[in-house]
Nanobody
Framework: QVRLVESGGGLVQPGGSLRLSCVAS????????MGWFRQGPGKEREFVAAISWSGARTNDADSVKGRFTISRDNAKNTVYLQMNSLKPEDTAVYYC???????????????WGQGTQVTVSS
């Protein structure tokens, strides 16, 4: 079992920044690829970004390329999502996920966090 707890969400103005964190406990964190997903109002859950267990490989959705950065600190069992140049359409509940790196982008997730709300509005 892996327990994932997200934090860092909130209300931010368009153009602003937020950093989400996800702390993992349970199974060996450093051996798991991690990812972020989001689900906006009235929308399906979608892939945002993934990072390999070592941090050497990352994969971002086209909608966030150049604005969001995923990273991890295995010593702290934590994965981050730095979000810059936020837009109203980024408003969503953001979920942390653990799984296989090559399969995370298609939604094949082993474990989910409970989610954290991000609202981008003036």
């Amino acid at each position: 079992q892996v327990r994932l707890v997200e934090s860092g969400g909130g209300l931010v103005q368009p153009g602003g920044s937020l950093r989400l964190s996800c702390v993992a406990s349970g199974r060996t964190f450093s051996m798991s690829a991690m990812g972020w997903f989001r689900q906006g109002p009235g929308k399906e859950r979608e892939f945002v970004a993934a990072i390999s267990w070592s941090g050497a490989r990352t994969n971002d959705a086209d909608s966030v390329k150049g604005r969001f950065t995923i990273s991890r600190d295995n010593a702290k069992n934590t994965v981050y999502l730095q979000m810059n140049s936020l837009k109203p359409e980024d408003t969503a509940v953001y979920y942390c996920a653990a799984g296989d790196y090559s399969r995370l982008p298609i939604g094949a997730v082993g474990f989910w966090g409970q989610g954290t709300q991000v609202t981008v509005s003036s």
